[in-house]
């Protein structure tokens, strides 16, 4: 697994599985991830019923994949259930509602036997619905639930500020609910890309967050878009990013998200991306201790 003096000397540095070759192996994308020099990959559990369907495996296709990871060196350590998009934690439908919750518990279940630590919420109410006063009341009942629920488990949930401003949008905002949860339990998963892309100073944002930090995303973005943005290319200042979080304290994992939809060119690209997170952080107050 990870080389316990590389993780006590830097912050570790994970991939989005949805970076990887959708059509190949675990066992070739989990080597690929290792190869370019990646300590871990984040699982999915977006919208497609067949990662959705992930929820309902085996306790042999769990281990099958735990084994793929110990073999190759590469673990899950964190997983974003953005499948919650299909099926809200605020949905007006009740039903929804209720499979919104099963779905949070079976992530919560598979974190627990595939050793994964975190499991990211995102920060809608809803998605495809239109919001009502009810949502962010639902939304809240949903998360106590399931905060109380990963407690058991010994898992982490932290929520994502998103690129809605009508939802969970900035860290001001997710402080709200961490503050109003009082949990250990509850902190946050943040996103600085989708803070500039809204048009929030995202240095100010970031003091917001202070000590409530597990994991962060690391991308680029445009004003109002936060998809597929080269490294570079975007509104997002790296090195001031690192430096506050630096000095903020973090010492946790930061996930770089991409989505390369099984592009012929993606370990080309995903390694250019990880090399440019390096030369941020090397750049940044982290050099000091890389």
Same mark, same amino acid.
């Given at each position: 697994?990870?080389?316990?003096?590389?993780?006590?000397?830097?912050?570790?540095?994970?991939?989005?599985?949805?970076?990887?070759?959708?059509?190949?192996?675990?066992?070739?994308?989990?080597?690929?991830?290792?190869?370019?020099?990646?300590?871990?990959?984040?699982?999915?559990?977006?919208?497609? &019923? #067949?990662?959705?369907? @992930?929820?309902?495996? %085996?306790?042999?296709?769990?281990?099958?994949?735990?084994?793929? !990871? *110990? $073999?190759?060196?590469?673990?899950?350590?964190?997983?974003?259930?953005?499948?919650?998009?299909?099926?809200?934690?605020?949905?007006?439908?009740?039903?929804?509602?209720?499979?919104?919750?099963?779905?949070?518990?079976?992530?919560?279940?598979?974190?627990?036997?595939?050793?994964?630590?975190?499991?990211?919420?995102?920060?809608?109410?809803?998605?495809?619905?239109?919001?009502?006063?009810?949502?962010?009341?639902?939304?809240?009942?949903?998360?106590?639930?399931?905060?109380?629920?990963?407690?058991?488990?010994?898992?982490?949930?932290?929520? &994502? #500020?998103?690129?809605? @401003?009508?939802?969970? %949008?900035?860290?001001?905002?997710?402080?709200?609910?961490?503050? !109003? *949860? $009082?949990?250990?339990?509850?902190?946050?998963?943040?996103?600085?890309?989708?803070?500039?892309?809204?048009?929030?100073?995202?240095?100010?944002?970031?003091?917001?967050?202070?000590?409530?930090?597990?994991?962060?995303?690391?991308?680029?973005?445009?004003?109002?878009?936060?998809?597929?943005?080269?490294?570079?290319?975007?509104?997002?200042?790296?090195?001031?990013?690192?430096?506050?979080?630096?000095?903020?304290?973090?010492?946790?994992?930061?996930?770089?998200?991409?989505?390369?939809?099984?592009?012929?060119?993606?370990?080309?690209?995903?390694?250019?991306?990880?090399?440019?997170?390096?030369?941020?952080?090397?750049?940044?107050?982290?050099?000091?201790?890389?």
């Amino acid at each position: 697994m990870m080389d316990s003096t590389q993780a006590s000397t830097r912050n570790l540095i994970g991939i989005y599985e949805k970076a990887l070759p959708y059509s190949q192996s675990w066992q070739k994308r989990l080597e690929m991830a290792k190869n370019i020099g990646f300590d871990y990959v984040e699982l999915s559990i977006d919208e497609d &019923e #067949n990662r959705i369907s @992930r929820l309902d495996w %085996s306790a042999s296709q769990k281990q099958e994949l735990q084994t793929i !990871a *110990i $073999n190759t060196g590469i673990p899950f350590l964190s997983m974003s259930l953005s499948g919650h998009r299909k099926y809200p934690l605020g949905s007006a439908d009740p039903a929804i509602r209720q499979k919104s919750r099963d779905m949070l518990a079976k992530a919560i279940d598979l974190a627990c036997t595939l050793g994964i630590r975190i499991v990211q919420l995102m920060g809608y109410w809803v998605f495809y619905e239109t919001i009502t006063p009810q949502s962010g009341e639902y939304f809240m009942e949903g998360l106590r639930w399931g905060v109380e629920r990963a407690a058991r488990s010994g898992v982490m949930l932290g929520v &994502e #500020n998103v690129e809605g @401003r009508q939802h969970i %949008s900035s860290i001001t905002q997710a402080m709200d609910y961490v503050h !109003a *949860i $009082n949990s250990p339990w509850f902190q946050l998963y943040s996103d600085f890309a989708n803070l500039c892309a809204l048009g929030y100073d995202v240095l100010s944002e970031l003091e917001k967050g202070k000590g409530h930090f597990v994991a962060i995303h690391v991308k680029d973005a445009k004003p109002g878009q936060v998809r597929r943005i080269p490294f570079g290319t975007g509104c997002v200042n790296f090195v001031d990013a690192f430096n506050k979080l630096a000095q903020l304290g973090f010492h946790g994992p930061f996930m770089i998200e991409m989505w390369n939809d099984d592009a012929p060119e993606s370990e080309q690209i995903i390694r250019s991306a990880y090399i440019q997170t390096v030369q941020y952080l090397q750049q940044s107050s982290y050099g000091s201790i890389q």
